[in-house]
């Protein structure tokens, strides 16, 4: 069973990763507008990931004995200057995010509670590669500069990415 501090805390992260869904849902809208449907493809997976991540949480609440509880999602930006602008926000929200879950983690080390650490730990190891992700495109962007070929080639890498179901999910059924 969670404790109520536990509980509360991963009910707020629940609503981190329900925000950070909304945030790439909106990335994605601005890039189909723009025309660069594949930044859009690369936010709409990201999309996608957020909200598997809030379903790794509820799972994890409801297998617990706890009680998820839902709160208003916060407004997101709708526009970016550039492509360059709309990855530094990705990244500089992936930082926070790291943030939130590496408190987490210390929460459940300081509350013993080891099977939310051990859950947690799947997260720590995601940030890294999110926070990662983004800084290998930020030096792309950075290396094309104004260069509308490199943007039509970097289009055109985003756009073959391809969703994959996370592991806590893939094995959770």
Known sequence: MLNQKIQDALNEQINAELFSAYLYLSMA???????LPGFANWFKIQFKEEQDHATI???YINQRGGRVILKAI?????????????????????????SLINGLYALATEENDYATRDRLAW????????????????DKLRLIG????????LNTELAARTYTVPSPLATAE
């Open 29 to 35: 809208q601005h890039f189909e507008a723009e025309g």
């Open 57 to 59: 949480f509820m799972n």
């Open 74 to 98: 916060d407004a997101v930006p709708t526009s970016w200057e550039s492509p360059m602008d709309a990855f530094k926000a990705t990244l500089e929200h992936e930082q926070k995010v790291t």
């Open 123 to 138: 997260f720590v190891t995601e940030q890294v590669e999110e926070e990662d992700n983004c800084r290998v495109l930020i």
């Open 146 to 153: 104004d260069n509308g070929m490199g943007l039509y080639m």
